[in-house]
């Protein structure tokens, strides 16, 4: 599991995650270079050229939570997002991914890990107006 706390409304967070087609502008732009959704299933390709398909399995808006399950890549690779409030203008992103064979489970993680800053700052930039930056980059700016 990756967790990641957001300086921004849950639910601002939310309208993107929940966006599954739009995982190359909203969520992860240049780690994921394109992504569509039709007919239940949302195409990714990955700025190293890995191309996937995910069977998108859940959109909870009650739980702000996505359930998507990677097709032909493992034995078995279901995942989620979710957006969970922790006050007004703050919250947190939570990724839980569940991968066999076990020796897969590395190569995603590192995906993950390489994803998580990018989505981090993606999603506070696209909640905020022009010009908001991160506390921390105030504070050292």
Not at 72 to 94: E, L, N, T, W, Y
Request: overall charge neutral.
């Amino acid at each position: 599991m990756r967790k990641v706390a957001l300086q921004a409304d849950a639910e601002a967070i939310w309208s993107a995650v929940k966006d599954v087609g739009a995982v190359a502008t909203k969520l992860a732009p240049g780690v994921v270079t394109q992504s569509s959704f039709e007919n239940g299933m949302r195409h990714v390709t990955f700025a190293n050229g890995l191309m996937i398909e995910e069977l998108i399995v859940s959109v909870d808006d009650s739980a702000r939570r996505v359930v998507y399950a990677v097709q032909g890549r493992a034995k078995h690779h279901q995942a989620s997002m979710q957006v969970i409030s922790d006050g007004p203008g703050k919250c947190h992103f939570a990724w839980i991914t569940d991968v066999l064979p076990d020796e897969a489970a590395t190569r995603f993680a590192n995906m993950m890990d390489q994803a998580l800053p990018v989505i981090k700052r993606t999603l506070e930039s696209n909640a905020h107006p022009t010009g908001w930056q991160p506390k921390e980059s105030r504070e050292n700016g």
